[in-house]
């Protein structure tokens, strides 16, 4: 499926963590790595723009649920590498669990079991 801007879907607010802290189950890496993750694994329907990804990493760091540190890129540049802690882990789980809850609840709604549109 092929993304174009107006096929894009809009960040829920408050999922942009849940994603970040995803992205970061896999290893630590930097901004930009984490933007394209999200990008390439939801088809292109979702980008993460640069205005609102660091202020999030920021918030993350300053809860305790990803740590960071200056290290050298694949390109040899100094880059800002985001891990997950173990705080943040929990916090993955519960956010996680969050999401799926509210999920079902949108489907139930939107599509009855007892009614067909």
Excluded: C, N
Aim: positive net charge; hydrophobic residues 35%.
């Amino acid at each position: 499926m092929s993304g174009t801007a107006s096929s894009r879907v809009e960040l829920l607010q408050g999922t942009l963590d849940l994603l970040i802290l995803r992205t970061l189950l896999f290893g630590p890496t930097h901004g930009h790595a984490i933007a394209r993750h999200i990008q390439r694994t939801s088809e292109d329907l979702l980008q993460v723009e640069t205005g609102s990804l660091y202020p999030a990493l920021h918030r993350l760091e300053a809860r305790g649920w990803i740590a960071a540190s200056w290290e050298r890129s694949e390109k040899g540049k100094r880059a800002k590498y985001y891990r997950l802690t173990r705080r943040g882990r929990k916090q993955l789980t519960a956010e996680r669990t969050k999401w799926e809850t509210f999920s079902r609840a949108m489907g139930l709604v939107l599509k009855p079991v007892d009614q067909e549109l």
